[in-house]
């Protein structure tokens, strides 16, 4: 006889992991200068969360205070689950973190190798197992050739490749990266993205700051923006967009009034554009949108171009500044 108490559909749900990152009420005062202001951060496993706003915004100091670099004046800060606490040395969280400020040095004199066995060292990591993870983060950074490099010869692109591999020395599960493409080129950017997204392939989760506002567009999932200390915005990327500013646009080979007119005998109305095409607001997902084009193709309609347009992370930036101003 089975006990139905016990049958799969009434046992509890196991409980979900907590968020790497939760802040409550997180302040940072100094002196009459409110750095940080009572902000609620909330980053769930495996997101990389980009942090924009700025110069002055609080951003170098939020990631400070969340690595614990520096102490809140008010309010909680837990890593994984486990409170940061005031005066302790916080050992256990401290090894699940890794940081990479906008201003961390490398020492030109070492080789790329020297420079991570010492670092490597220091998180009491050596001998053969030392080696092999110097081996792998120098190939997740794309460096493995540069291994015996002295670092004066490398780039300034290479350098900051190598300053996160050394971030990731010891395995963390959480990094937190301030400004790490300022200063790149566009080529040294693109291949830093890549790396971000190598990371991120791992499962770490990963707080980024950056100007660049299409670099963490790129790659990130979920953004916040800064404001004066406050975090005036945050969420999934996807949910920031504003739908209104979301459209089809649609270049065909002729007969664009012959269009205007179909659609807007469809109650579909249509904008022509300057440049020629038409634009719709369209508020559909994209099997509606599949739909739509079978449909104008199957009418004769010499469709070229057909795509959706929204806001970028730039508009989300932007109009996210209006509103606080308004």
Known sequence: MTDASLSPSTLPNPASPPPVVETRGLTKQFDRHRAVANVDLTIAAGEVYGLI??????????????????????????????????GQPNTYIKNQLGLLPDDFPLYDDLTVNEYLQYFGQLYYLQGP???????????LVSLGSKRQAMISQLSRGMKQRLSLARTVLHQPTLLLLDEPVSG?????????????????????TILISSHILSDLEDF????GIMEQGHLVQSGQLHTLYEPATQQLLISMVDNVDGLVRYLNDQSIPAQQ???????????????????????????????????????TLEDIFIRSGHQRTA
């Not at 197992?129 to 081996?135: A, E, F, N, S």
């Open 184 to 204: 790149l080129d566009p080529i040294a950017r693109i291949e830093y993205r890549q790396t971000i997204k190598n990371l991120q392939q791992q499962g770490i």
């Open 273 to 311: 554009l300057d440049n020629g095409q038409l634009a719709i607001q369209f508020h559909e997902d994209a099997q509606s949108a599949a739909s739509l084009l079978r449909q104008l193709v199957s009418e004769g309609f010499a469709i070229t171009e057909f795509y959706r347009s929204q806001e």
């Open 53 to 86: 706003g700025p110069n002055g915004a609080g951003k170098t100091t939020l990631i400070s205070l969340l690595a614990t670099a520096e102490e809140p004046t008010a309010g909680e800060i837990l890593i994984a689950g486990e409170p940061v606490k005031r």
């Open 220 to 223: 990130c999932t979920a953004i």
């Open 129 to 139: 197992g030392l080696q092999q993870r110097i081996t792998d983060v120098l190939a």
